[in-house]
């Protein structure tokens, strides 16, 4: 994992209310060429999606007021943003929240605190 580069020009979007997880996949993802769009959450993520069309979402599933699986739904419900793999970002690797995830409409599901080789594997299988 040392080219840098490698995912050039990819728009990767978090959205998580918590500061450290938002600063660690921008620290994760930057060197690597992504352009990283952060969103605290569910609401400021909208307008950031019609604004910046990402290549790639990830959502965490507990946050205040607009949930990632309340998120997720808005996103896969809209022609225009559909096709755009969301990934469910929780800290249980639970089967219920897999689940609920799916019936939402993510498109996979990644524990946190997550690595960077993480972040990279997800992002190759959806975008390369």
């Known amino acids: 994992m040392n080219s840098a ?3 050039k020009g990819i728009k990767v979007m978090i959205i998580d209310d918590s500061s450290m997880i938002r600063r660690s996949a921008e620290i994760f993802l930057k060197p690597f060429g992504c352009e990283v769009i ?3 959450n569910g609401f400021e993520a909208m307008s950031k999606i019609v604004d910046n069309h990402p290549d790639i ?3 965490d599933i507990t946050m205040p007021r607009l949930d990632g699986y309340q998120a997720c ?3 896969k419900r809209n022609p225009i943003y559909q096709s755009i793999p969301v990934i469910m970002l929780s800290s ?5 929240d897999k689940a609920r995830g799916r019936i939402a409409g993510s498109d996979s599901y990644l524990t ?3 690595t960077a ?3 990279f594997r997800i992002i190759r299988n ?3």
């Open 5 to 7: 580069g490698v995912l």
């Open 38 to 40: 952060l969103a605290a």
């Open 57 to 59: 979402i990830f959502v």
């Open 73 to 75: 739904m808005l996103i």
């Open 92 to 96: 249980k690797d639970g089967l219920f």
């Open 112 to 114: 946190k605190p997550f």
């Open 117 to 119: 080789d993480g972040l």
């Open 126 to 128: 959806y975008i390369a």
